[in-house]
């Protein structure tokens, strides 16, 4: 089975894909997120939904739960919470 791999920008509003790859290059890019400590999230449902994306695509609205749950767990293990989040005790 070909490796894929999608990363995504999440900047105001909803998150874009940034780049897509597909065998080597999808293993190179999951090196590169790894070597800057992003987070990699291995979803097969999920990855057939974001392929049908093109780079500059937002996400669409079905994705959105989703996608927001892993931005909030990157953020999250990051040390870092949304704007108007500051204070509020994230521990758990």
């Known amino acids: 089975m070909t490796k894929k791999a999608i990363a995504l920008k999440y900047e105001q509003h909803a998150p874009t894909v940034t780049s897509k790859g597909y065998g080597e290059l999808a293993n190179a890019m999951i090196d590169e997120a790894k070597r800057n400590q992003r987070l990699?999230?291995?979803?097969?449902?999920?990855?057939?939904?974001?392929?049908?994306?093109?780079?500059?695509?937002?996400?669409?609205?079905?994705?959105?739960?989703?996608?927001?749950?892993?931005?909030?767990?990157?953020?999250?293990?990051?040390?870092?919470?949304?704007?108007?989040?500051?204070?509020?005790?994230?521990?758990?």
């Open 40 to 92: 990699i999230h291995e979803d097969a449902q999920l990855i057939q939904w974001l392929e049908t994306l093109d780079i500059g695509d937002a996400i669409p609205e079905p994705l959105f739960v989703v996608i927001a749950e892993l931005i909030a767990m990157s953020w999250y293990l990051d040390g870092k919470s949304p704007p108007g989040w500051e204070g509020i005790n994230t521990k758990v």
